[in-house]
């Protein structure tokens, strides 16, 4: 998506901007469907290019924004479900290890998972992040 600050008014509406660019793509097609058409019953007719959306009607921009939201939402998911593996199996190996802090020297226990356990460490700290 361009730079450029979304259309978030219409004639009789608008939106505030929420900062996740996928849904303000959404509002923005919503509000620039509503600015060039005044009934809903003319957003399915082809018009011409507004904006960053994609298709040839309001409708189709405002479907495609929220396509293009879903397979965000469901990449994030994806990667979360991932990070999640991660730590439950670095929970596992701690559990069967002991716990990192215990082993300060670094004395060969860890020396393998090394590796791991810097995954662990990044995947715990991204898991405190609220999606």
Not at 41 to 50: A, I, K, L, V
Not at 51 to 69: M, V
Not at 70 to 83: D, F, P, T, V, W
Request: proline share 4%; glycine share 6%; hydrophobic share 40%.
């Amino acid at each position: 998506m361009s730079e450029k600050v979304l259309r978030m008014n219409a004639y009789y509406y608008g939106f505030d901007p929420t900062g996740n660019a996928s849904v303000d793509l959404i509002l923005s097609s919503v509000a620039t469907a509503g600015k060039i058409a005044h009934h809903t019953q003319e957003w399915g007719d082809p018009c011409q290019m507004y904006g960053p959306f994609r298709g040839e009607s309001p409708i189709d921009w405002i479907q495609n924004a929220a396509n293009d939201a879903a397979s965000e939402l469901a990449r994030l998911a994806a990667e979360n479900a991932k990070l999640r593996a991660c730590v439950e199996a670095a929970d596992a190996i701690s559990r069967w290890w002991g716990d990192p802090k215990v082993c300060d020297d670094n004395s060969g226990y860890y020396t393998e998972d090394d590796e791991l356990l810097a995954d662990y460490a990044a995947a715990r700290k991204a898991l405190e992040v609220e999606l």
